[in-house]
């Protein structure tokens, strides 16, 4: 599963990756066997594509490695926790006799959601997201979102598991071949709506576009809050959108906190950025911190401004999603046995509300940096009116490890989600820009200066399925894994018996 995701992007394995588990869970055992298997399954899972935990924690959060690779089992084990949920559900399913071309899907697309939202959320490394290149496949997002990505992934493999058991134990026509027959169908589906899709993409009517220059300072995080450092860092962003507006670009885009000062209140830098943005003629987009004091109460903000020519604040986000331990602590109360480390962590406030940015071409989206991997958060952009997603961030804090790559394949879900391109402007790379249909148009590398423009062409589109009704899919799964979990002690309390699944010794017998 693991090797699945980038960056080694050995996607097929994604075919084959629950195999193992779903062969054990096919043994006759105890369901808290079930669980210790996906318990085991969920923890290598999440040791290899979460392993650059311990980088940041050393890195920038001063942690030792000790404790670094303690927190990192400990977030591993909670991660794997949804996996083990999933063996026991698979378990139970199996000796109530509940149809598992259905129901194993429908409770792994559950626990992938409910990961994205109980304690603040951490939907990284969904299964889906191992075909963000399959074109063909991805397409169903517009209206499934990931999840029904991860739901195909997942029948599947449940599929080769359920032909595998009917040849091991007691081979039947039937048995094999009714789930080859239903795979075929749904696969059948999948890509003939994605290549439905493709050519109304390819074939839409174009209602404008508009040339977007990107910057990618690559400044090193030790420098960028350094009072010393300010000049320089203002100098490389300068030089750098000096180089993408020889292409005349209708907005240029810096990544998140790329102004190393407050902009709002350090009226010295404020001057000397807008002079420069006079100077250029063309509107830029930037993140910078700002902050607000009343009553003694400070607050600070992550922020996404849009500034034009003529000393003009066109707009302004403030990100509304944090990022949990690095830009706020939760429950804070409740850890206090690590005061020492979660006082060094910042205490940023989120903002309220969806804003957009008015370019003068079409209306811009910002989530910054960890919002983008929050499918809903994106939606609700363009669904207030956004033509486009530009999403500024900082990859900076994971080092040359898999986490960038795995950070820039979830935004081309949001662009197949909504059938808006996407432009990325981050710090340390990965930027890039994304097309409607998932197409990666432009990928920098990874620790790097660069500088880029390229054309996004806006199309004559109606909003998508997904877009105005959000995660119905996942709920419908949410809805079947509950019938399918439910229903057979539901039965058992009227005094009904439910049929068991037929396993190899009762055939013997």
Not at 115 to 133: E, I, S, V
Not at 236 to 262: C, G, H, N, Q
Request: hydrophobic share 45%; aromatic share 14%; charged share 20%.
């Amino acid at each position: 599963m693991a090797l699945s995701f980038p960056r080694t992007e050995l996607s097929a394995l994604a075919f084959f990756a629950l195999l193992p588990l779903l062969h054990a869970l096919n043994r006759p055992q105890k369901r808290l066997s079930a669980l210790g298997c996906g318990l085991i399954t969920g923890f290598v899972f999440s040791m290899g594509t979460l392993y650059w935990v311990t980088y940041t924690m050393e890195n920038y959060g001063h942690v030792p490695k000790i404790l670094s690779l303690f927190i990192l089992v400990l977030f591993s084990l909670y991660i794997a926790s949804y996996t083990g949920l999933f063996a026991y559900g698979v378990s139970w399913m199996h000796r109530e006799g509940i149809p598992l071309l259905l129901g194993a899907p429908s409770l792994w697309v559950a626990l992938e959601y409910a990961r994205g939202y109980l304690l603040t959320g951490f939907p990284w490394a969904l299964f889906g997201y191992t075909q963000y290149k399959n074109l063909l496949v991805i397409q169903v997002a517009d209206i499934t979102g990931v999840y029904g990505v991860s739901f195909l992934l997942v029948m599947i493999n449940t599929v080769f598991a359920e032909v595998l058991r009917s040849l091991k134990d007691s081979f039947s026509v039937r048995g094999f071949f009714s789930p080859l027959l239903v795979l075929m169908i749904i696969v059948g589906l999948t890509v003939s709506y994605g290549a439905y899709r493709l050519h109304g993409i390819h074939t839409a009517e174009q209602q404008s576009s508009i040339r977007v220059g990107v910057v990618q300072g690559n400044i090193e995080q030790d420098q960028k809050w350094d009072p010393a450092s300010r000049d320089k860092i203002l100098a490389v962003y300068m030089r750098l959108t000096r180089r993408a507006s020889r292409e005349k670009p209708d907005l240029i885009i810096w990544p998140e906190a790329s102004a190393p000062f407050f902009f709002m209140t350090e009226k010295e830098y404020q001057s000397q950025f807008l002079e420069f943005i006079d100077d250029l003629g063309i509107d830029v987009l930037f993140g910078s911190p700002d902050y607000t004091a009343m009553n003694g109460d400070s607050r600070f903000y992550n922020s996404a401004f849009l500034v034009s020519p003529g000393a003009r604040l066109k707009g302004r986000y403030d990100k509304i999603h944090l990022v949990p331990f690095g830009e706020y602590v939760p429950f804070r109360k409740a850890l206090f046995f690590i005061k020492p480390i979660t006082d060094q962590i910042g205490d940023i406030t989120p903002g309220k509300k969806i804003s957009l940015m008015q370019t003068g071409k079409g209306l811009c989206g910002t989530p910054i940096c960890f919002e983008v991997i929050f499918p809903d958060l994106v939606r609700r952009f363009v669904l207030e009116g956004a033509d486009f997603i530009a999403t500024l961030t900082n990859d900076d804090w994971f080092g040359r490890s898999s986490a960038p790559y795995q950070h820039f394949s979830m935004a081309v879900f949001r662009a197949v989600e909504n059938r808006v391109p996407v432009v990325r402007s981050a710090n340390s790379g990965i930027s890039g820009v994304i097309a409607q249909d998932g197409r990666i148009v432009k990928q920098t590398d990874i620790f790097v200066e660069d500088a880029f423009t390229e054309d996004l062409t806006l199309l004559k589109m109606d909003r998508t399925f997904y877009t105005h009704f959000g995660d119905l899919f996942a709920y419908f799964c949410i809805a079947a894994t509950v019938l399918s979990l439910c229903v057979p002690l539901v039965t058992r309390s009227r005094g009904g018996k439910t049929p068991r699944a037929i396993r190899p010794q009762d055939s013997r017998a």
